[in-house]
């Protein structure tokens, strides 16, 4: 199994470490240039802080940079001898558009065929967790979470899809608060079989009975 570390980021690479060569953060520092650049004074009360707290919001945020599949999983590879549907459903989830920086929000829905092997249920939602902690694009965060899937499992196949309201299309632009943006991805018999497809695909929508 080859797992690419941390998406090829630099292996000494720490977002909360950037300092600049006068020893301020970075970060801050640009916060407080937006702040002016509107007009507002980063001087006065009530927006004295705010550097700080958007600094340490954005690193939150992004914190899936500093993460990897290897360290995520941490050896929850089950041999169970399954080979059915694994589905896990409606996982929340909230990302940044990474053309405005915005907030995207939705839930994401993934399933695979298992070839015998299984992950813990929880890791599936970390996967997600982690690809969305990132500046992203929900096409992308869709392959990436199907691609994790099978890099880490080997599975028959993967699928996944993603619903989301996304903030730029909703507080500026085209401002429809509406509308929503489904994207998925298919790999192995989920993209080859329409009844193995269809299957996944009806159980997404299913209403809960508990």
Same mark, same amino acid.
């Given at each position: !199994?080859?797992?690419?570390?941390? @998406? =090829?980021? *630099?292996?000494?690479?720490?977002?909360?470490? %950037?300092?600049?060569?006068?020893?301020? @953060?970075?970060?801050? &520092?640009? #916060?407080?240039?937006?702040?002016?650049?509107?007009?507002?004074? *980063? &001087?006065?009360?009530?927006?004295?802080?705010?550097?700080?707290?958007?600094?340490?919001?954005?690193? /939150?945020?992004?914190?899936?940079?500093?993460?990897? %599949? &290897?360290?995520?999983?941490?050896?929850?590879? /089950?041999?169970?001898?399954?080979?059915?549907? #694994?589905?896990?459903?409606?996982?929340?989830?909230?990302? !940044?558009?990474?053309?405005?920086? %915005?907030?995207?929000?939705?839930?994401?829905?993934?399933?695979?065929?298992?070839? +015998?092997?299984?992950?813990?249920?929880?890791?599936?939602?970390?996967?997600?967790?982690?690809?969305?902690?990132?500046? +992203?694009?929900?096409?992308?965060?869709?392959?990436?979470?199907? &691609?994790?899937?099978?890099?880490?499992?080997?599975?028959?196949?993967?699928?996944? #899809?993603?619903?989301?309201?996304? !903030?730029?299309?909703?507080?500026?632009?085209?401002?429809?608060?509406?509308?929503?943006?489904?994207?998925?991805?298919?790999?192995?018999? /989920?993209?080859?079989? +329409?009844?193995?497809?269809?299957?996944? =695909?009806? %159980?997404?929508?299913?209403?809960?009975? /508990?």
């Amino acid at each position: !199994m080859t797992i690419a570390h941390k @998406d =090829l980021l *630099p292996s000494d690479w720490h977002g909360s470490d %950037l300092e600049s060569q006068n020893g301020q @953060d970075p970060m801050r &520092e640009a #916060v407080r240039t937006l702040l002016v650049g509107v007009g507002e004074d *980063p &001087e006065r009360d009530g927006l004295e802080r705010t550097p700080k707290r958007v600094a340490e919001a954005l690193k /939150f945020l992004t914190q899936g940079y500093s993460q990897s %599949l &290897e360290e995520l999983l941490n050896g929850a590879i /089950f041999d169970v001898g399954h080979d059915e549907l #694994v589905l896990v459903r409606d996982i929340d989830l909230f990302s !940044m558009c990474e053309h405005h920086m %915005l907030p995207f929000i939705g839930r994401a829905h993934v399933g695979y065929i298992p070839n +015998q092997k299984v992950v813990g249920l929880s890791k599936i939602a970390r996967i997600v967790e982690m690809y969305a902690r990132r500046l +992203q694009v929900q096409e992308r965060l869709t392959r990436q979470v199907a &691609e994790a899937i099978q890099a880490v499992l080997q599975p028959r196949g993967v699928a996944v #899809v993603i619903e989301a309201s996304h !903030m730029c299309m909703v507080m500026r632009g085209v401002q429809k608060p509406n509308s929503w943006t489904v994207t998925s991805s298919m790999v192995g018999v /989920f993209k080859e079989s +329409q009844s193995t497809r269809q299957e996944f =695909l009806d %159980l997404i929508h299913h209403k809960a009975s /508990f």
